[in-house]
């Protein structure tokens, strides 16, 4: 009995004197703080065990390399970060958020996600905080992405950390060769005729393009050329358009390019496998998300950089493009969320875009989100040959009207509702079908028009 | 459970009464110590399986808490229906049909491979070692990584070496666009041929070799010593092979999961990857549920029908002796 008060009594004192030192370490921090006179004007006391959950897109591998530098700033935050492949995580990171788990803090979300979460009060406001610090410069970031990001109520519900739209990637010197000109602004008619006189069985082909099932590969692009020729997945009363004479048109277009002047294959084609086709000659034009242009500009990561030229997204009947965006977001169930915007704050500021700039070169820089980025000389001089283009595709870009005709849903290469991903998945699957040559494309519009009402029926939309 | 019944039967003299005393106590304390197993495998297999039968009665779709509701049997009445609709609109009459060709194809294959290889490393032979270590590879690695460097390393139709072996023939297939189904056979073939190996090598390895001599002693051919003698042996080891063979290569996901995304179509779309699609990606638990009971049920039904002819041939292979 006594040894256990004694017991008790040891533990206590460790622990005070764990405090004092603590609160030692902390007095030298505020002293050193206030010696250097370049010290920002955060609170960096604010403490706490911080769990990320990252996507493990270059961008964020290239924060995890840097988190060193929070932790120097934040010395009281204990920052875990779990970095994982998109496929991998964003299961986890969904079902978290969803079943309120509380397993993060702080998670990366798509604009997808975004103004669903909030709708349904799974992450909290960060817009106002972020607004409130002058240091933050919320209003460099680009207004589209706000937009996409926020909430219903206009508050934005993620912090956007880099964003992308799309455009054509194509090679000058086949272009040269065949004396060919790419227009600044070409159509999809003209791509086709490009495509179909460049197209070499052998490669390189005409052009390649994302085939791959899935609602963010196969279908980003295919939702953006569909809505260039006019077309919609929905009319307002949620009824499907997709045998609509414009949407089939885009439909058909898409799935007869890759079938006549596309690479191989094409099913089993995703992000990654058009970039190494581009990269290893074997294309001559593909279209992609404007987050390749950094990869492509680069003569050590693309063998054909000097050789590559940018255009805008192909239009039809209208321009159309795409916009994303991964960001921040802070679950409603943290119980640290002093320490979570601290480090959202951290992560979307312009010091942090230096950061990265000044540690590991531009090429690393999260970009697509702060003017400020594009107007960096040293951003200007490494992507000379994009930044002022890319600027432009974003800045034309609006979630809130993606089509000819008015819709019920917002987003542009997607519909922007949480059980689009099981629509998107099989209308995907059944026009990979049509490009590998099993399903006549009437017979395929048919079934994914018929699939999008029954969809649409079984989720209470129609 | 554990409470002793009086016994009935009353016993003729001392000597067995205690036999039967003692029987029974054992059989008390026997079901006490194996109390712990049972409740752990009842909590972990039943419990999850009444939890699944309670989602699926339910409209439960994550990302959308304002909409779950009790359905009762709605989200079955869908499924099956759409079993006998000529649209298959949930692609799972598809999964069912590719479940089945995926496993009965690669399990056949394998065995057939298996026996092949397995032949091959029992005979002596210089490096022979090297050689059966090179044909067991295929089953160590990661069914993710052997996947990816199926789809870039060889049927990749720019980089693929298949093609590039092919192509002096004048043969370019595309071979997961124009034939998935049969890629993704050969992948778990080449995946799950090994394992066959191992077990068929270990039944050829148990025979005596006294028995072998004998026949050869008898003037018997390599191929009589190999029907006559080596096969029927093997009964009992192709049976184990196919056995477990269908119940790891009916979950298989990661060839399809890397390569084709259940496409295209639903060419490749299986069982686990059907589920996977709703109830993961598309965060639709409840119909998740109700596709993971009909297949629990299937299961049943397939595995008993299995069992039963298994049972019957093991009889007819005991009679012949």
């Known amino acids: 009995m006594s040894n256990d008060l004694n017991r008790r009594d040891v533990v206590k004192r460790a622990g005070a004197v764990g405090l004092g030192a603590g609160a030692v370490a902390k007095l030298g921090q505020v002293y050193a703080?206030?010696?250097?006179?370049?010290?920002?004007?955060?609170?960096?006391?604010?403490?706490?065990?911080?769990?990320?959950?990252?996507?493990?897109?270059?961008?964020?591998?290239?924060?995890?390399?840097?988190?060193?530098?929070?932790?120097?700033?934040?010395?009281?935050?204990?920052?875990?970060?779990?970095?994982?492949?998109?496929?991998?995580?964003?299961?986890?990171?969904?079902?978290?958020?969803?079943?309120?788990?509380?397993?993060?803090?702080?998670v990366t979300i798509g604009m997808f996600e975004a103004a669903d979460y909030a709708l349904q009060g799974w992450t909290i406001d960060v817009g106002t905080p972020l607004q409130e610090d002058p240091n933050y410069d919320y209003a460099d970031i680009f207004p589209a992405m706000v937009s996409a990001l926020s909430g219903e109520d206009g508050l934005l519900y993620a912090a956007p950390f880099y964003g992308e739209s799309c455009m054509l990637y194509y090679r000058t010197d086949l272009f040269e060769a065949a004396g060919l000109t790419m227009p600044e602004q070409p159509t999809w008619t003209e791509i086709g005729e490009f495509a179909a006189q460049l197209h070499n069985p052998d490669g390189p082909y005409g052009i390649v393009l994302r085939a791959l099932p899935g609602w963010g590969e196969f279908g980003a692009p295919l939702t953006a050329t569909m809505n260039a020729f006019g077309g919609r997945w929905f009319d307002e009363d949620w009824n499907s358009q997709l045998a609509s004479?414009?949407?089939?048109?885009?439909?058909?277009?898409?799935?007869?390019?890759?079938?006549?002047?596309?690479?191989?294959?094409?099913?089993?084609?995703?992000f990654t496998e058009c970039q190494n086709l581009f990269n290893q000659g074997q294309a001559a034009m593909w279209m992609d998300a404007t987050s390749a242009a950094d990869l492509l500009g680069d003569p050590e990561l693309n063998p054909q950089a000097a050789n590559t030229g940018f255009a805008n997204p192909p239009s039809e009947e209208i321009g159309s493009g795409w916009l994303w965006a991964w960001a921040f977001a802070i679950e409603r169930e943290s119980e640290h969320q002093e320490a979570a915007l601290a480090f959202v704050k951290w992560a979307t500021s312009k010091d942090y875009v230096q950061l990265v700039a000044d540690r590991l070169g531009w090429g690393s820089v999260p970009s697509g989100v702060r003017s400020s980025t594009y107007a960096d000389p040293g951003y200007q001089e490494y992507a000379a040959g994009f930044a002022d283009l890319v600027l432009s595709i974003i800045d034309a870009q609006d979630p809130a009207q993606c089509c000819v005709d008015p819709t019920p849903y917002k987003g542009l290469q997607f519909v922007g509702v949480p059980e689009f991903v099981t629509l998107g998945d099989s209308v995907t699957r059944e026009l990979a079908d049509v490009i590998a040559g099993n399903t006549e494309i009437a017979d395929a519009i048919t079934r994914i028009d018929d699939m999008a009402n029954q969809w649409a029926v079984e989720n209470g939309y129609q | 459970m554990a409470t002793a019944e009086p016994d009935s039967s009353q016993a003729p003299n001392e000597l067995t009464a205690n036999a039967a005393i003692d029987t029974r106590r054992y059989t008390s304390l026997g079901r006490w110590l194996v109390a712990p197993a049972f409740i752990y495998a009842v909590i972990v297999t039943q419990a999850p399986f009444l939890v699944t039968l309670y989602d699926s009665t339910f409209r439960w779709n994550l990302m959308r808490p304002d909409r779950r509701g009790f359905i009762g049997l709605e989200n079955y009445r869908n499924l099956l229906s759409s079993l006998v609709d000529s649209s298959d609109s949930y692609a799972f009459r598809a999964a069912i049909v590719n479940s089945v060709t995926f496993t009965v194809g690669a399990v056949v294959i394998s065995l057939l491979l298996g026996l092949l290889f397995a032949e091959l490393v029992n005979h002596r032979f210089p490096g022979r070692g090297v050689v059966r270590t090179m044909l067991i590879t295929p089953f160590l690695v990661m069914p993710v990584a052997s996947a990816l460097g199926w789809k870039n390393l060889m049927m990749d139709p720019d980089f693929g070496i298949i093609n590039w072996a092919l192509d002096p023939l004048g043969l370019d297939p595309v071979w997961l666009s124009q034939y998935p189904r049969e890629s993704i056979i050969i992948m778990l073939v080449w995946r799950w041929a090994p394992f066959m190996m191992l077990i068929l090598l270990a039944g050829m390895q148990s025979i005596d070799e006294e028995v072998r001599e004998a026949v050869r002693v008898d003037g018997a051919t390599r191929?009589?010593?190999?029907?006559?003698?080596?096969?029927?042996?093997?009964?009992?080891?192709?049976?184990?092979?196919?056995?477990?063979?269908?119940?790891?290569?009916?979950?298989?996901?990661?060839?399809?999961?890397?390569?084709?995304?259940?496409?295209?179509?639903?060419?490749?779309?299986?069982?686990?990857?059907?589920?996977?699609?709703?109830?993961?990606?598309?965060?639709?638990?409840?119909?998740?549920?109700?596709?993971?009971?009909?297949?629990?049920?299937?299961?049943?039904?397939?595995?008993?029908?299995?069992?039963?002819?298994?049972?019957?041939?093991l009889r007819g292979q005991y009679a012949d002796r």
């Open chain 1, 245 to 270: 004479e414009a949407s089939a048109a885009g439909i058909t277009f898409y799935t007869d390019l890759l079938i006549n002047s596309g690479q191989p294959g094409a099913t089993t084609s995703g």
């Open chain 2, 223 to 313: 191929w009589q010593e190999f029907s006559g003698i080596t096969l029927p042996h093997l009964g009992r080891f192709i049976q184990l092979g196919a056995l477990l063979g269908t119940v790891y290569i009916v979950q298989e996901t990661d060839a399809i999961f890397m390569t084709t995304q259940g496409g295209p179509g639903t060419s490749t779309t299986t069982l686990p990857f059907r589920v996977y699609e709703t109830a993961v990606r598309g965060s639709n638990i409840g119909m998740g549920a109700a596709m993971g009971v009909i297949i629990v049920v299937l299961t049943i039904v397939a595995m008993t029908f299995l069992l039963r002819i298994l049972d019957r041939m």
């Open chain 1, 33 to 106: 703080q206030d010696a250097s006179p370049a010290a920002p004007a955060v609170d960096t006391s604010i403490s706490g065990e911080l769990n990320v959950a990252m996507v493990a897109n270059p961008q964020m591998v290239a924060l995890e390399e840097l988190a060193g530098e929070f932790q120097a700033q934040y010395p009281n935050i204990t920052l875990n970060l779990l970095v994982l492949p998109e496929n991998e995580i964003r299961d986890r990171i969904r079902t978290d958020v969803s079943t309120q788990a509380g397993q993060f803090d702080v």
